[in-house]
């Protein structure tokens, strides 16, 4: 089976960014979607992508950025599509934010969005599907050949604990703390497609791998595939889909900065004939739980005979090493945001720390919507 790979010129960025519709009086999420994407025709409807789209609930806007050059330029891309949403949203006493759960509310009150694949994903995975009341960010790359795809992949898969640590958000699961840092990759990670990249060989093995899944029924298409970090042909990116949903615009930046400085370097790792690293699969396995369970403060596998370091000591390390690439990319500013998450706190610990100093989960959903207005963490 071949799989065309739309190869990118360059190392270009898209970004997805899922939303929640919130009440401002009463906190519920709204199942008002529909409306309001019928309020936004310019941006909602038309051929291709556009800016603002549905997802699986009713409850849910993802806002999509073109095809962008650099973090400034995606942005500014979502900053505009964003502003225009808030103005919808005002009259009708509503706002946005975003976070990898909802903190309050049940996905057993959710309505379903009116589009077809969605139903049928409802009918095919029942009760794994009806539950995802979650929401992430993901960011695609653009790698310059298929050839570089795969090996790009495997070397992501060694910082899935750095994606979701630094954007872990929903401590929170119908209104119970769940004592983990992202409730969401646990509830996403259910369906049978979903989870670590399995770590392959090279692009044939990628095309094996999906030709078997299709003949066994398992998935209908490569859409299906729903990998914390995959390739997209169509796209000619590799899609980072670790993210959990991202609060402000700032740590937004920060996530996009970070995808394309990896992936330009690993880019040119290989065009020097360096072989990028593949680390061993339990290990990707184990420390993405450990993420999931203690966020920052997880100690992560570095080789495979167990060896460990604080994830802090090693995003400190990381943000180092990528400095030149990012100057390069333009975004060191944006990358920066790593060390302020790591000064001032992931959203897991900024919404804790309210409920902590004696704030309800209602607060918390106040701050989340501040924090989506400002663009800053702290809503300052």
Same mark, same amino acid.
């Given at each position: +089976? $071949?799989?065309?790979?739309?190869?990118?010129?360059?190392?270009?960025?898209?970004?997805?960014?899922?939303?929640?519709?919130?009440?401002?009086?009463?906190?519920?999420?709204?199942?008002?979607?529909?409306?309001?994407?019928?309020?936004?025709? =310019?941006?909602?409807?038309?051929?291709?992508?556009?800016?603002? !789209?549905?997802?699986? +609930?009713?409850?849910?806007?993802? *806002?999509?950025?073109?095809?962008?050059?650099?973090?400034?330029?995606?942005?500014?891309?979502?900053?505009?599509?964003? =502003?225009?949403?808030?103005?919808?949203?005002?009259?009708?006493?509503?706002?946005? +934010?975003?976070?990898?759960?909802?903190?309050?509310? =049940?996905? #057993?009150?959710?309505?379903?969005?009116?589009?077809? &694949?969605? @139903?049928?994903?409802?009918?095919?995975?029942?009760?794994?599907?009806?539950?995802?009341?979650?929401?992430?960010?993901?960011?695609?790359?653009?790698?310059?050949?298929?050839?570089? $795809?795969?090996?790009? *992949?495997?070397?992501?898969?060694?910082?899935?604990?750095?994606?979701?640590?630094?954007? /872990?958000?929903?401590?929170?699961?119908?209104?119970?703390?769940?004592?983990?840092?992202?409730?969401?990759?646990? *509830?996403?990670?259910?369906?049978?497609?979903?989870?670590?990249?399995?770590?392959?060989?090279?692009?044939?093995?990628?095309?094996?791998?999906?030709?078997?899944?299709? #003949?066994?029924?398992?998935? /209908?298409?490569?859409?299906?595939?729903?990998?914390?970090? #995959?390739?997209?042909? =169509?796209?000619? %990116?590799?899609?980072?889909?670790?993210?959990?949903?991202?609060?402000?615009?700032?740590?937004?930046?920060?996530?996009?900065?970070?995808?394309?400085?990896?992936?330009?370097?690993?880019?040119?790792?290989?065009?020097?004939?360096?072989?990028?690293?593949?680390?061993?699969?339990?290990?990707? %396995?184990?420390?993405?739980?450990?993420?999931?369970?203690?966020?920052?403060? $997880?100690?992560?596998?570095?080789?495979?005979? @167990?060896?460990?370091?604080?994830?802090?000591?090693?995003?400190?390390?990381?943000?180092?090493?990528?400095?030149?690439?990012?100057?390069?990319?333009?975004?060191?500013?944006?990358?920066?945001?790593?060390?302020?998450?790591?000064?001032?706190?992931?959203?897991?610990? &900024?919404?804790?720390?309210?409920?902590?100093?004696?704030?309800?989960?209602?607060?918390?959903?106040?701050?989340?919507?501040?924090?989506? !207005?400002? @663009?800053?963490?702290?809503?300052?």
């Amino acid at each position: +089976m $071949a799989i065309d790979f739309n190869a990118s010129d360059r190392t270009t960025l898209g970004v997805e960014w899922e939303l929640q519709l919130v009440d401002v009086r009463t906190r519920h999420l709204r199942q008002e979607a529909q409306q309001v994407l019928a309020d936004l025709p =310019d941006l909602s409807r038309g051929p291709g992508r556009p800016p603002l !789209r549905h997802e699986l +609930m009713q409850c849910t806007v993802e *806002v999509v950025t073109g095809v962008c050059e650099t973090v400034e330029e995606a942005m500014a891309d979502l900053q505009g599509s964003a =502003d225009r949403l808030r103005a919808v949203l005002e009259p009708r006493k509503a706002a946005a +934010m975003c976070a990898g759960t909802h903190p309050v509310d =049940d996905w #057993r009150d959710q309505t379903l969005a009116p589009v077809q &694949r969605y @139903g049928e994903l409802i009918e095919q995975m029942q009760w794994l599907a009806r539950r995802i009341l979650t929401f992430g960010v993901h960011v695609h790359v653009g790698v310059r050949s298929k050839e570089k $795809a795969v090996p790009i *992949v495997n070397a992501l898969a060694g910082y899935l604990p750095h994606f979701l640590a630094l954007t /872990a958000s929903s401590p929170y699961w119908s209104g119970h703390d769940t004592g983990l840092a992202s409730s969401r990759s646990i *509830v996403f990670g259910a369906l049978p497609t979903s989870g670590p990249p399995p770590l392959l060989d090279d692009w044939t093995a990628f095309e094996e791998y999906m030709e078997t899944l299709l #003949r066994a029924g398992t998935i /209908a298409s490569i859409k299906e595939v729903w990998w914390d970090v #995959r390739p997209h042909p =169509d796209y000619g %990116t590799i899609e980072i889909r670790m993210f959990d949903g991202i609060p402000t615009l700032r740590e937004v930046g920060m996530a996009a900065a970070l995808s394309q400085s990896l992936v330009r370097l690993f880019d040119q790792q290989i065009d020097r004939g360096y072989g990028l690293p593949r680390p061993p699969a339990w290990v990707v %396995t184990d420390n993405k739980w450990r993420a999931t369970r203690y966020g920052l403060d $997880a100690r992560v596998i570095t080789d495979g005979r @167990g060896s460990t370091v604080p994830l802090r000591d090693d995003l400190y390390e990381l943000v180092r090493e990528l400095g030149p690439v990012a100057a390069r990319l333009g975004c060191a500013e944006e990358l920066d945001a790593v060390s302020e998450v790591l000064d001032k706190g992931a959203s897991y610990e &900024r919404q804790r720390a309210i409920v902590r100093e004696g704030g309800t989960l209602n607060d918390v959903v106040d701050a989340l919507a501040e924090e989506f !207005r400002t @663009g800053t963490p702290g809503g300052g």
